[in-house]
């Protein structure tokens, strides 16, 4: 029972550790080019080029944010 409740309070807290650097750093290195802007066919179509990229929570928060914005306009 206490383990339950130790790994359940762990995963609320990755989460919250999570969805605040998606708010405060929406972007992060590119998988692909590792940040480059370049991989090995040349320019990196991913991040087009810049080397970073948002972060998919960051993509799930801004499309939470618009529907409620269209839904309350
Ligand atoms: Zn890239």
Known sequence: M?????AIALG??????????????PFARCWW???DGRNAA??????????RRVRLGRH???????EYRRGTK
């Open 2 to 6: 206490t383990l339950t409740v130790a």
């Open 12 to 25: 609320l807290a990755a989460a919250l550790v999570y969805a605040f650097r998606c708010w405060a750093f």
């Open 33 to 35: 080019c590792k940040a």
């Open 42 to 51: 040349g320019y990196c179509n991913a991040c087009h080029g810049t080397g």
């Open 60 to 66: 799930v928060y801004d499309l939470i944010r618009a």
